[in-house]
């Protein structure tokens, strides 16, 4: 079975639904042909500051979510990235043989620096895609889902991954490009040009997976659109009724082009009130089983734990390695 590597940050107390369609949705349907690792990126959510209660409290939402979601943790590995001490190690090797004019053309980086000031943003923030790159390639990860923000990340692993072959003798396995799914990126309700993101400023922009439904359905009924009045897809011209559209694709399965047919004619008010139902009735059974799960956080602690040195048996093999490669060893 190919293997499969792909994380998320525990950086808010819920995941949004562009995290749910561009991440976990993605996963629950690949489970079954791949051999998976699902982490809990909490040495990415600290590159920003983070409180080290509220980031405790996160890391088992997180962990609760990913399960509710579909993430069967009897099958695919589920851990936290600071319980294997391998991430940061070979982060530390990669760093090494990354250009710093190559780091700096990350574009998330200088996304999250402008919205703080440069000199306000850590040096953390500016590696960042180095320990991405360090994830991906202790795994020997063939295949990384993740959404399309995250691309140029994947491609810098696999840079860094055939220049460390090429220097230091095969040790990595390449991944394979991003697998985009349809309609991977979701953008913010109230902002249609900018991703939604976690660190949204306008939190009616965002629909959280742990929002009560009367809210989701009330962020989605009050979506910016426009005022020509036709529901067709046009990323450049109509953006939120062009997300609308993708939003209600991935929750219904039905393809863009299907859905313009369907409400031909129709007017935004009926269309907002359909994608609104459609994403409550898929949210609500991963809210209430994400509560339940959370009620027993010993129990979650003890399978975080059990899967934490699962992970670590196979990324110590890797840096092990790799460190041999670089004659560390
Ligand atoms: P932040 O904005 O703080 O970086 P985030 O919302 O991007 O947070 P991450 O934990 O960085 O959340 O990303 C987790 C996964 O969700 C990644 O695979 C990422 O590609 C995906 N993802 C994040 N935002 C979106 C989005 N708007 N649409 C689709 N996929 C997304
Ligand atoms: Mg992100």
């Known amino acids: 079975k190919p293997r499969l590597y792909s994380g998320m940050q525990p950086s808010s107390g819920s995941l949004h639904l562009g995290n749910y369609i561009g991440a976990l949705q993605q996963w629950r349907r690949m489970q079954d042909e791949v051999d998976a690792f699902f982490s809990i990126v909490d040495l990415h959510a600290i590159t920003v500051p983070q409180s ?33 001490a391998a991430h940061a190690q070979l982060a530390w090797l990669l760093g090494t043989i990354t250009g710093f004019g190559e780091a700096s053309r990350m574009t998330q980086f200088k996304d999250k620096a402008a919205k ?24 020997d990860a063939d295949v990384v889902p993740v959404g399309d923000d995250q691309k140029q990340h994947v491609e810098l692993t696999r840079d860094l991954a ?22 991977a990126r979701i953008y913010d309700l109230q902002s249609p040009e ?11 922009g965002v629909v959280w997976l742990l929002d009560e439904p009367a809210k989701t359905a009330k962020k989605i009924r009050s979506a910016v659109t426009d005022t020509e009045g036709s529901i067709r897809a046009d990323r450049a011209q109509k953006p939120g009724v ?10 219904t399965g039905s393809p863009v082009a299907t859905l313009e047919a369907e409400f031909e004619g129709q007017g935004y008010g009926v269309f907002k009130t359909t994608v609104a139902d459609a994403v409550v009735a898929e949210l609500a059974p991963v809210r209430e089983r994400t509560l339940e799960l959370l009620d ?3 129990e979650l ?28 060893r």
């Not at 509220?54 to 600071?82: K, N, W």
């Not at 055939?162 to 309609?183: C, D, Q, S, W, Y």
Request: with cysteine; charged share 20%.
């Open 52 to 84: 080290p209660q509220v980031l405790r409290e996160q890391v088992r939402t997180l962990a609760a979510q990913y399960i509710a979601g579909g993430i069967d943790p009897d099958r695919s590995c589920l851990y936290v990235q600071s319980h294997v």
């Open 116 to 139: 703080g000031g440069q000199d306000a943003a850590s040096v953390g923030l500016f590696t960042y895609p180095i320990l991405m790159a360090a994830d991906i390639l202790l795994f």
């Open 162 to 183: 055939e220049r460390f072959n090429k220097r230091f003798g095969a040790t990595f396995t390449v991944p394979k490009p991003v697998i985009l799914a349809g309609g």
């Open 194 to 204: 900018s991703k939604m993101s976690k660190s949204a400023d306008n939190d009616k």
């Open 242 to 251: 062009t997300n609308l559209l993708d939003i209600l694709s991935a929750m």
């Open 296 to 298: 027993d956080p010993a």
């Open 301 to 328: 602690d003890r399978l975080l734990a059990a899967n934490a040195e699962r992970a670590a048996a196979v990324a110590d093999a890797t840096l092990r390695r790799a460190l041999e490669a670089m004659g560390l």
